[in-house]
């Protein structure tokens, strides 16, 4: 134990990094990170000496912003109720100046008022400083033969340095792209750019699709594949927009009882981890529109800019050189310039390498590929807790929401603040 903690103090250090010994390290620092930890400082405002937040990009949010950005999305989705921040009115106050950003109904924050009432709030909190610009590579947890006292993860950043940590907070967002199976079996070779997935597109580099007769085809029926499609219509593109059932219209992605006792009740009373996962599936129940997006994409459709092809799913592509040739499976044959899927992501452990040493060191139950965490979502038997879609089992269908990030840190705040409740006692940081 000696030769390691000596080990890690002689290594050279991040220069953003003060100590290679630490108690908290909050992994990712996207919208979950950042309600974890004014969740934390809310409690216990000496506790920002405990922990730092490592973040591949080193700017807080910058995924979030990214993807708002490269599809250019105007407002949240989600009410101005569900941000980071513990005070659930605070976005609220903080929009007085600007009510026209918050949008009907419900009040969605523009992107702009989200971003700056984030980038408020990490002022208010003293949060600038407790970003370091690090990818994780490795997380190693303590064998589990280790005293308590002495358990502490090792943690591998992209230039080679190596921390030791108490406790590990994972809300690194990490999931899966979902591709259709007919893509796996394309035959035909076809430039990459051709077939993209929603992840990897981004609206920016498409300045305009000069050419009116490019037709852009876009596979799914969430809101994303909406999205996707305002943009390319907004470049001239012809859109055919092709969804696999009749498009669903929604105000959320899952409905409001999913975020308090009205449905939760039933789903933490249910004991058997296969039906939550089923409950979960129910809830989110596949991509869906908001009113406001079908209506102007059903105007769209009138106006002759846009295909619209429901309860149909492509079976076949062949590139011909220039163009795609679709097959569907009511035996329709499309052609188009580009594909466009916007078939979503899955969250499983899988997709996350920094969790392959942990799973091999902790066993634990999957469901689905989702891991049946404890109640203060923690990996069960070590101090690494888990934020996000992969802990839907415990929080519910909206994990991965802003929401979810609320009722994640609600549920893992006690276990980092409370000797009562972690399962290590720390006798230093
Ligand atoms: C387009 C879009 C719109 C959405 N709109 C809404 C909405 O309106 N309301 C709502 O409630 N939810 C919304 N969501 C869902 C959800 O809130 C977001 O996906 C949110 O970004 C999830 O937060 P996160 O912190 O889990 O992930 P991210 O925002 O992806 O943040 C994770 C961060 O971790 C970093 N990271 C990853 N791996 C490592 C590593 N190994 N080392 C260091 N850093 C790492 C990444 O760089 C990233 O910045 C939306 C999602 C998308 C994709």
């Known amino acids: 134990m000696i030769i390691i903690i000596i080990f890690f103090?002689?290594?050279?250090?991040?220069?953003?990094?003060?100590?290679?010994?630490?108690?908290?390290?909050?992994?990712?620092?996207?919208?979950?990170?950042?309600?974890?930890?004014?969740?934390?400082?809310?409690?216990?405002?000496?506790?920002?000496?405990?922990?730092?937040?490592?973040?591949?990009?080193?700017?807080?949010?910058?995924?979030?912003?990214?993807?708002?950005?490269?599809?250019?999305?105007?407002?949240?989705?989600?009410?101005?109720?569900?941000?980071?921040?513990?005070?659930?009115?605070?976005?609220?106050?903080?929009?007085?100046?600007?009510?026209?950003?918050l949008f009907a109904p419900y009040d969605l924050p523009s992107t702009q008022l989200f971003a700056d009432f984030c980038q408020d709030a990490i002022r208010r909190f003293g949060l600038e400083d407790k970003i370091v610009q690090a990818k994780v590579t490795r997380i190693i947890p303590p064998p589990q033969t280790e005293s308590p006292y002495h358990k502490r993860f090792r943690v591998e950043l992209q230039d080679g340095q190596l921390l030791s940590a108490r406790r590990v907070v994972l809300a690194t967002g990490t999931s899966k792209l979902q591709m259709p199976s007919w893509v796996g079996k394309i035959q035909t070779p076809y430039p990459k750019d051709?077939?993209?997935?929603?992840?990897?597109?981004?609206?920016?580099?498409?300045?305009?699709?000069?050419?009116?007769?490019?037709?852009?085809?876009?596979?799914?029926?969430?809101?994303?594949?909406?999205?996707?499609a305002i943009g390319a219509m907004r470049r001239g593109a012809k859109v055919l927009l092709m969804a696999r059932r009749q498009l669903q219209e929604k105000l959320f992605d899952a409905e409001p009882g999913w975020l308090g006792p009205k449905y939760l009740k039933g789903f933490w009373a249910e004991t058997d981890w296969e039906r939550r996962w089923e409950l979960i599936q129910l809830a989110r129940n596949g991509g869906s529109m908001t009113p406001a997006m079908m209506l102007r994409l059903r105007r769209a459709h009138r106006e002759g800019q846009l295909a619209l092809y429901e309860r149909c799913q492509v079976v076949k592509a062949e590139w011909l050189g220039n163009c795609w040739r679709v097959g569907c499976d009511g035996?329709?044959?499309?052609?188009?310039?580009?594909?466009?899927?916007?078939?979503?992501?899955?969250?499983?452990?899988?997709?996350?390498?920094?969790?392959?040493?942990?799973?091999?060191?902790?066993?634990?139950?999957?469901?689905?590929?989702?891991?049946?965490?404890?109640?203060?979502?923690?990996?069960?038997?070590?101090?690494?807790?888990?934020?996000?879609?992969?802990?839907?089992?415990?929080?519910?269908?909206?994990?991965?929401?802003?929401?979810?990030?609320?009722?994640?840190?609600?549920?893992?705040?006690?276990?980092?603040?409370?000797?009562?409740?972690?399962?290590?006692?720390?006798?230093?940081?």
């Open 9 to 101: 103090t002689s290594m050279a250090l991040n220069p953003a990094l003060q100590q290679s010994q630490i108690d908290i390290a909050i992994v990712g620092g996207g919208p979950q990170a950042l309600t974890i930890a004014t969740h934390l400082l809310q409690k216990r405002k000496d506790i920002g000496r405990k922990f730092l937040v490592f973040e591949g990009t080193g700017t807080w949010m910058s995924q979030w912003r990214e993807r708002f950005a490269a599809l250019e999305i105007p407002h949240l989705r989600s009410p101005a109720v569900h941000h980071p921040d513990p005070n659930p009115h605070a976005l609220r106050g903080f929009a007085e100046s600007r009510p026209d950003e």
């Open 194 to 228: 051709r077939l993209c997935h929603s992840r990897n597109i981004d609206l920016r580099c498409f300045p305009a699709i000069q050419n009116s007769s490019e037709r852009v085809l876009i596979v799914g029926g969430g809101l994303t594949a909406g999205h996707l």
């Open 331 to 429: 035996g329709q044959v499309y052609e188009c310039e580009r594909i466009w899927l916007s078939t979503g992501t899955k969250f499983e452990v899988a997709a996350e390498p920094l969790l392959a040493d942990v799973l091999d060191a902790y066993p634990t139950p999957m469901v689905n590929g989702l891991p049946v965490l404890d109640e203060h979502l923690r990996w069960p038997g070590c101090e690494l807790f888990v934020m996000g879609g992969l802990a839907a089992l415990q929080v519910g269908p909206v994990a991965r929401n802003l929401y979810g990030a609320r009722m994640g840190s609600e549920r893992i705040v006690p276990a980092l603040i409370k000797a009562s409740v972690g399962l290590s006692r720390a006798r230093s940081a």
